[in-house]
């Protein structure tokens, strides 16, 4: 490759660049809230904002994210949007068909539009000037305003393809076999080629496009045609022109560029040749909007800080090894093929040096480059020559860096520390292999990084960072605590004498001969760092695998492919300190970017609004900060960016409190702030985009009002009650004690009372002359046994009855015995057989189960003659008693006799059991919870077969 044809090459790189930037794009899909992937229009409207609409509705790009408009009379399908004078935007879609124009707040009006039945993108056009929507259903084209619409003229045939407008406003029609001005509602003739899409480049200048060729038109007349090569046979669809460039999109696939009468096909350079383009736009700062059929939108930014070197510019491949800043204007660049001299003047050459680059081309690489009194010294590898090589060694090691000073220090980095006489450098002007003479330093891995301090020579590679004496005697290491045994990959110094070095995974600083890291791996996004540099203003530039980091007042950003980068992996750093420029090598190309006149690092202007507070949970809006009360102390808060358009999404950073509050970076423009405490509160926020630092603080102060149980009056008036309450307490204690006693005293003596009547009852006068005369019975001859043991079991029942009286509780077992005997008298006294079946399940022995004395015998008593006796059955009387858990004993006496309602009405009118109402009042003296109920007992099909009593006692 000849130097001509280089040069050229260049001087089309530099022009290039300063139009659209660099070969990078940004993608806007479903994360950045694309309503959907099928995009078919895009404007930007009075305010600057951009409008897209899409297959989902419409939405506007504001503060990096698109915003959806959210009402049901948006059709849903948007074919074209143009933007209105008076905000908001025009926009004509289908699903329902109509003509509206739509408002950020979410407000819609509809137009006035012939009633065709459906709209097409490609036949629809807006004409500024006229403030008028076209548009076409192929028979006709009609006119449509904010008052009115009307035909404008039928169309002769078919083969109407699209209207546009130019952008200086004439109305084209184009057909598959002609080109037409609409003009006073006629169609008038331009051209006899066939044309697919029109653009205006100036005042009666404009291009159609077709297939296989466009058209040159001026004052109405054909200037000239231009063949291109369309090996897909495209047809282009959409046309927009920016500066002295023309873009056009194909209809199936295809986004092309028209320079100097040559068309390019960017798509392929991009990689972008599968989407399918439907609508291109530039915005007011030339950003290429261009709308996909299913792969959201691409835009192609007009950066102009970085320029970038690609083997499409002159390279033989675009992967950058190693980069030398020579001179103010000379740097020489390494790919893995080749090397490179850019001598920078008004444009950019390349130029060869054979006796160099044949060394390379063939089994060498350059890991080292420096000037020493105009002299270049490499550091080669891979071959019989090479430079900085010790002759005493049996084989080539190369150098991995060189330091020279402006005196005649030189010295070299091998796996050990080497320095080169001066007169070995200037004795010749041939090219030989140097030799160096070794520094007992020790080995030190490969070193890659010398630098000058007043102390002596720092040099660092693998493991360690070593200080080298001034007199070249002796080294001395300098521990890297945090990091033992890392891989060093650097070492500068800025303006302050300040040292830093870096590793694949943190950044230190040196202080007191003491290394301190001062960014790391998790800081950094958890990106491995590959280079770094420091350059004339004080800043720090960070290369990693996914994009360049940049450190300025204690803040971070990062520039990514984005911002231009051809690759977001970088291999190495140079800064050129004599015109301040930063070249950047990656895996895809070079970057060089302009410190000096680049915005880096300066603060972000755009102000910080505050929208609104939202009280979460309740669901209240406030405009501006104010007092809240104390349940509304969980809150949202809504801000955004004024004016800012750019294209990429700002990173916010707050913090609550500012007084030894840390920071909260996020790219949400809510933040939630849960559970406040009361009292006054300050929310500051700030917003930054990659390269630029933060803005100054927004702040927004509100108050949260202690709860009512906090206030002073309420302590006053707590207080207060608090002394009246214990008063009154202490009254209806004291009040409350005395009728306790009393009650006590009554109950005591009521409970005697009845206990003795119980007992009475129990041995009730008929019971005792009924046992008398069973006792005479029994005298009869021949019974006189019989009759002696009914009165021992009488006398013991009577015994142990009279036993019970005074006491308040019995023992189970005893009072089961009771039973037991009363039982069996009447087992003897009754003239039919009686069966009594206990069945005991108690948690605790019968003994330690305390109950009320008497209290079973009644129900048994009424079983017996109230309920057996009647009836003509043998008598059946079944007794269980369960005790549970909870401290209760349950006791259900069933017996088979005639029933509770038979019973009663067998008895006597105004009769009333003494002993079961008398057993039933100490039940619920003795505790409140118990109880004593009387169940009618049926069978099947309802016929009562007896009674059952149920009584449940706590017992202790």
């Not at 009379?73 to 879609?93: E, K, N, T, W």
């Not at 449509?144 to 546009?164: F, K, Q």
């Not at 209809?251 to 383009?277: M, P, R, T, W, Y």
């Not at 090479?386 to 080539?396: E, H, R, V």
Request: proline letters at 3%; aromatic letters at 10%; one cysteine or more.
């Amino acid at each position: 490759m000849n130097e001509k044809v280089i040069k050229n090459l260049l001087v089309l790189f530099f022009s290039f660049t300063q139009l659209y930037g660099q070969e990078s794009y940004v993608k806007i899909d479903y994360d950045r809230h694309l309503p959907s992937l099928s995009v078919y229009g895009i404007c930007q409207g009075a305010d600057g904002v951009v409008w897209v609409g899409t297959e989902n509705g419409i939405a506007y790009f504001q503060n990096g994210f698109m915003h959806k408009v959210h009402n049901p009379a948006i059709p849903s399908f948007i074919l074209r949007i143009y933007p209105c004078v008076d905000q908001g935007v025009y926009a004509v879609g289908n699903n329902p068909t109509k003509i509206i124009k739509v408002f950020k707040n979410g407000s819609v009006e509809e137009m006035p539009y012939a009633k065709i039945y459906r709209f097409t993108g490609a036949l629809c056009t807006y004409n500024k000037f006229e403030k008028a929507i076209y548009y076409s259903d192929w028979t006709h084209i009609y006119r449509s305003t904010d008052e009115t619409y009307d035909t404008v003229c039928a169309i002769n045939g078919n083969g109407l393809i699209s209207l546009e407008t130019t952008r200086f406003g004439k109305n084209i029609a184009n057909f598959d076999n002609r080109l037409l001005q609409i003009k006073d509602k006629k169609l008038i003739p331009i051209h006899h080629f066939p044309a697919a899409s029109t653009c205006e480049s100036g005042h009666d200048v404009f291009t159609s496009f077709w297939t296989n060729g466009l058209f040159h038109i001026r004052n109405d007349s054909l200037i000239s045609t231009i063949s291109w090569q369309n090996s897909h046979d495209i047809q282009p669809m959409h046309a927009t022109c920016v500066g002295n460039k023309t873009w056009f999109v194909g209809l199936k696939s295809g986004l092309f560029c028209l320079e100097n009468n040559v068309v390019d096909n960017i798509a392929d350079h991009f990689g972008l040749s599968h989407l399918q383009f439907t609508y291109i736009f530039n915005d007011k700062k030339n950003n290429l909007w261009c709308a996909t059929n299913g792969q959201g939108i691409i835009i192609i930014p007009n950066y102009k800080y970085l320029k970038n070197i690609t083997q499409q510019n002159g390279l033989s491949d675009n992967f950058i090894s190693h980069i030398f800043p020579c001179t103010r204007d000379t740097t020489i660049i390494c790919t893995q093929q080749k090397m490179y001299k850019i001598i920078k003047r008004k444009n950019a050459i390349e130029m060869h040096q054979p006796q160099i680059d044949g060394r390379l081309q063939s089994n060498s690489d350059i890991y080292a480059l420096s000037i020493f009194k105009r002299k270049l010294l490499f550091g080669l590898s891979k071959g019989n020559h090479n430079f900085l090589t010790p002759t005493s060694d049996g084989y080539a090691l190369a150098a991995t860096c060189i330091y020279c000073d402006s005196v005649n220090t030189i010295l070299a980095g091998f796996s050990y520390l080497g320095y080169i006489k001066n007169e070995q450098i200037t004795s010749s002007n041939e090219q030989k292999t140097i030799p160096v003479t070794r520094i007992p330093c020790g080995n030190s891995g490969r070193i890659t990084s010398i630098i000058k301090v007043d102390s002596g020579y720092l040099y660092c590679g693998d493991g360690k960072i070593s200080l080298l004496h001034n007199d070249l005697s002796g080294c001395t290491t300098l521990p890297c605590s945090h990091e033992l045994g890392g891989y060093f990959l650097g070492l500068a110094q800025n303006s302050q004498n300040q040292v830093f070095t870096l590793t694949r995974k943190a950044l230190y600083a040196l202080k007191a001969n003491q290394w301190h890291p001062i960014l790391n791996y998790e800081e950094a996004g958890g990106q491995i760092f590959t280079d770094f540099q420091l350059d004339p203003f004080g800043h720090i530039w960070i290369s990693t695998e996914n994009g360049l980091l940049f450190l300025a007042d204690n803040s971070i950003s990062r520039i990514t492919t984005f911002n231009g980068l051809p690759s977001n992996n970088i291999h190495t750093l140079e800064i050129n300190k004599l015109d301040s420029s930063l070249w950047i090598g990656t895996a895809a190309g070079l970057s060089v970017l302009k410190l000096a006149e680049s915005p880096l690092g300066t603060k972000f202007e755009h102000q910080l609004i505050f929208k609104q507070l939202i009280i979460l949970g309740n669901n209240k809006k406030y405009s501006q900060a104010t007092t809240l009360p104390h349940s509304e102390n969980s809150l949202s808060i809504e801000f955004e960016l004024q004016g800012y358009e750019g294209l990429a999404v700002p990173d916010y950073r707050f913090r609550l409190n500012q007084l030894n509050a840390t920071w909260t970076q996020s790219q949400k423009s809510t933040v939630e702030l849960l559970s406040l405490s009361s009292g006054y509160h300050q929310f500051e926020i700030q917003a930054r985009i990659p390269g630029y630092t933060w803005s100054d603080s927004s702040i927004v102060a509100f108050n949260i009002a202690p709860p009512w149980w906090k206030l002073w009056e309420t302590y006053l008036l707590s207080t207060a009650l608090a002394l009246i309450v214990t008063i009154i307490l202490y009254k209806i204690r004291v009040n409350s004690l005395k009728n306790e006693e009393r009650k006590k005293r009554n109950l005591l003596i009521k409970i005697n009372e009845l206990e003795l009547r119980a007992l009475s009852a129990n041995m009730n006068p008929h019971f005792i002359f009924n046992a008398l005369n069973s006792v005479q019975y029994f005298i009869l001859p021949l019974k006189n046994r019989a009759a002696t043991d009914f009165i021992a079991n009488l006398s013991k029942l009577i015994r142990l009855n009279m036993e019970a009286v005074g006491k308040k509780l019995v023992n189970l077992k005893g009072e089961l015995e009771r039973i037991h005997l009363y039982v069996e008298l009447e087992k003897e006294r009754i003239d039919r057989p009686l069966l009594f079946d206990k069945n005991i399940n108690t948690i605790d022995e019968l003994t330690s189960i305390w109950l009320p004395s008497m209290i079973i015998q009644p129900a048994i008593e009424n079983s017996i003659w109230h309920g057996i006796m009647p009836s003509n059955r043998d008598g059946i009387i079944k007794m269980d008693i369960i005790q549970n858990t909870q401290g209760f004993l349950e006791i259900k006496i069933t017996d088979n006799g005639i029933g509770l309602k038979k019973s009663m009405h067998q008895k006597n009118n105004g009769h009333n059991s003494v002993a079961i109402n008398l057993t039933k009042q100490r039940l619920t003296l003795q505790h409140p919870t118990n109880s004593y109920s009387i169940y009618e007992i049926y069978d099947n099909n309802g016929v009562s077969i007896g009674t059952q009593v149920h009584i449940v006692i706590k017992v202790k």
